[in-house]
């Protein structure tokens, strides 16, 4: 079974940092793109940052300079680095890979971790 797992929420202040951690588990070939989403209470779920597997990033404008995403192939994790948060950031994380190629069950399609928590205060 493949899973994603993220970690490194919390609670920070305007202005400070958080990394989040986001680990793909199970009998995992390659992950193609890995995206980060979040979601804020009343609000859509919006996507905030994708990298390709070669490395290729894009994120959404409100974030672009404060927030940089990346990852670590060899073990399947993806990381978002966030600074300079907002209260605006509040949000549950969610990390998302969109096409999974495993070993024996071919590509797993729409994973989508359990999300983590992040709230900045003023």
């Known amino acids: 079974q493949v899973q994603l797992v993220e970690s490194g929420g919390g609670l920070v202040q305007a202005g400070g940092s958080l990394r989040l951690s986001c680990a793909a588990s199970?009998?995992?070939?390659?992950?193609?793109?890995m995206r980060w989403y979040r979601q804020a209470p009343g609000n859509q779920r919006e996507r905030v940052a994708t990298i390709t597997s070669g490395g290729n990033t894009n994120y959404q404008d409100s974030v672009k300079g404060r927030f940089t995403i990346s990852r670590a192939n060899d073990e399947n994790t993806v990381y978002l680095q966030m600074s300079s948060l907002k209260p605006e950031d509040t949000a549950v994380y969610y990390c998302h890979a969109p096409r999974i190629l495993t070993y024996g069950k071919g590509v797993i399609y729409d994973t989508w971790g359990q999300g983590t928590l992040v709230t900045v205060s003023s």
């Open positions: 199970g009998s995992i070939r390659s992950v193609d793109d």
